[in-house]
């Protein structure tokens, strides 16, 4: 939605969030960008997806299960400059702590990989496994948040390079969007694959690897905005 207010220039709105870290309220952040110029999007969870993977590892892969990940609740923005889209940014965070894990319908949608089924203790497990105290200490580190630090492409293909905070940790990566419907309504889709051990984390292991959860795990969204 478009947030009107007085004229702010956009390169100071920029730099004041760069110095202003973690801590800054994104709301705030992106009236502000509003402010300066262009449009902003507010994204909304009930009609978006972000979805993460983890996949069954070990010798004894087969006797252990594949597992999907999603957030109900989340807090994103986007922000659409006069000068384009090559120009826009935005912010992507939610709370590991939060997650549904392994939410049937999820798992009926992603066909006999993930066709097992899990007993609410089984879900209870996972959850300590991957986000308890040896793993990604989501009660330690509960936010995970993706910024966007430089967009290029055109049209409806993109390429972001982001930085992704987990468990406490900052990298960079390169990924690829598809953004439609701009400039009055915004959907963005795009997936990247992050490995545990690069924040930190040590992935879920049991009886000296004999069962274990792979490093690498995917992370999809479809993100909707208006």
């Not at 220039?9 to 709301?27: C, H, I, M, R, Y």
């Not at 702590?97 to 392994?102: N, R, T």
């Not at 959860?213 to 479809?222: A, I, P």
């Given at each position: 939605?478009?947030?009107?207010?007085?004229?702010?220039?956009?390169?100071?709105?920029?730099?004041?969030?760069?110095?202003?870290?973690?801590?800054a309220d994104l709301k705030?952040?992106?009236?502000?960008?509003?402010?300066?110029?262009?449009?902003?999007?507010?994204?909304?969870?009930?009609?978006?997806?972000?979805?993460?993977?983890?996949?069954?590892?070990?010798?004894?892969?087969?006797?252990?299960?594949?597992?999907?990940?999603?957030?109900?609740?989340?807090?994103?923005?986007?922000?659409?400059?006069?000068?384009?889209?090559?120009?826009?940014?935005?912010?992507?965070?939610?709370?590991?702590?939060?997650?549904?894990?392994?939410?049937?319908?999820?798992?009926?949608?992603?066909?006999?990989?993930?066709?097992?089924?899990?007993?609410?203790?089984?879900?209870?497990?996972?959850?300590?496994?991957?986000?308890?105290?040896?793993?990604?200490?989501?009660?330690?580190?509960?936010?995970?948040?993706?910024?966007?630090?430089?967009?290029?492409?055109?049209?409806?293909?993109?390429?972001?390079?982001?930085?992704?905070?987990?468990?406490?940790?900052?990298?960079?990566?390169?990924?690829?969007?598809?953004?439609?419907?701009?400039?009055?309504?915004?959907?963005?889709?795009?997936?990247?694959?992050?490995?545990?051990?690069?924040?930190?984390?040590?992935?879920?292991t049991v009886l000296n690897?004999?069962?274990?959860?792979?490093?690498?795990?995917?992370?999809?969204?479809?993100?909707?905005?208006?």
């Amino acid at each position: 939605s478009d947030l009107p207010g007085p004229t702010t220039d956009a390169s100071s709105v920029t730099s004041s969030v760069t110095q202003s870290g973690d801590n800054a309220d994104l709301k705030t952040i992106y009236s502000d960008l509003g402010r300066a110029g262009g449009k902003v999007f507010a994204l909304d969870p009930r009609f978006s997806t972000v979805r993460i993977y983890a996949f069954r590892g070990g010798r004894a892969a087969k006797l252990a299960h594949n597992h999907v990940l999603s957030a109900p609740q989340f807090t994103g923005y986007f922000y659409l400059p006069p000068s384009g889209a090559w120009e826009a940014r935005f912010d992507l965070e939610f709370r590991l702590d939060k997650l549904e894990i392994d939410d049937p319908a999820n798992r009926a949608a992603l066909g006999s990989a993930f066709a097992s089924k899990l007993s609410p203790a089984d879900v209870e497990g996972s959850r300590k496994h991957m986000l308890g105290e040896e793993n990604l200490q989501a009660g330690r580190f509960p936010f995970v948040r993706i910024h966007s630090l430089h967009i290029s492409g055109d049209g409806t293909k993109f390429a972001a390079k982001v930085q992704v905070e987990m468990h406490g940790q900052k990298r960079e990566m390169w990924v690829p969007l598809n953004v439609e419907g701009l400039p009055e309504q915004l959907s963005v889709a795009g997936s990247m694959v992050l490995r545990q051990t690069d924040f930190g984390a040590q992935p879920y292991t049991v009886l000296n690897g004999l069962i274990a959860v792979q490093d690498e795990v995917v992370v999809e969204f479809k993100l909707i905005g208006g």
